[in-house]
């Protein structure tokens, strides 16, 4: 299979992990993922904390519930920090252009994006609730469509998976958006077919629709309502039963050209895939070999193949049993 070349995703990140020893103790926070990541992804580093004028190290600060709101506190110096927080939130993120996705420093009360407690008063309490921290929810809010996570989940080799498939198209995408051309949404879309299928036959006809451009539109319109189709297509990980589908469309090509004996171990494979005995790289290897033995060159270029750069590959998850 040639070397695939992919684009650069443009990705924001907490400047804490990896970058900067910006945390509230003066630590910086070491991701193996996120420096890998570096070699394929350009990083726009952000520490809101930082930037509304809290120095390192500081005070830790915490979200504090107050009637139906929620504040930003800091307890030791009694400072209320929600709307220099917000504003700051609001104001960094609309101004930002091209962006791919985020990676965002986990149960942190400024960058979390799930999870962050909610305290009832400032002083020590127990926990009365979890949400987004203030920066981590806007960002939820302003970029509904692109990849965001965070570094605790990334430890999950499904969630890094889907989350890199998911950035490398986005940013596969953005460079059709600029050029314009129709012939590009058509390449585009040629290419992701099969990934799109295992993420949502339904989105994939829509899309397939909107390529042709069946509707006759502008092509400005037609790449805004591809995006809009194509972030409802990735917006949850893709399910086992529809990678099936995928699998049993791929051998289709081939089968005539395969012995029995092949097809056998096919279905085997597939069936054990099905059971969860086998990881999902074990059909997909198979299908990848007989594309390159076959020279199908549709098939040689489909992204399902390759959907990020392959030394990102992983085969274990970090702390947890794998997830096949
Ligand atoms: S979690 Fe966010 S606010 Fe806190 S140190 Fe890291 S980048 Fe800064």
Redesign the pocket.
Known sequence: MPMKTFPRPNVVL????ELSA???NGQL?HDDFVKKLSQHANYIP?????AIGLGVPRFPIRMVSQGKDVRLIQPATKSDLTEKMREFSTNFLSHLNDVDGFI??FR?P???LKDVRIYPKAEKSAAVGKAA?F?GGKVLEMFPGVAIEDEGRLRSLKIREHFLSKLFTHARFREVMKSGKIADLTGFHADCKFLLMAYSQKELKTLGNIAANRARQEIKGALTDYETHLHDAMATPSKRSSNINVFTHIFGYFSKQLSSKEKQFFLETVQLYREGRVPFTSALGLLKGWAIRFQDEYLMRQAFFNPFPVDLVEWTDAGRPIEL
């Open positions: 907490s400047n804490c992990l910006c945390r509230y926070v952000v520490c809101p904390e930082v965002l420093k942190s400024t960058c979390g921290g920066f």
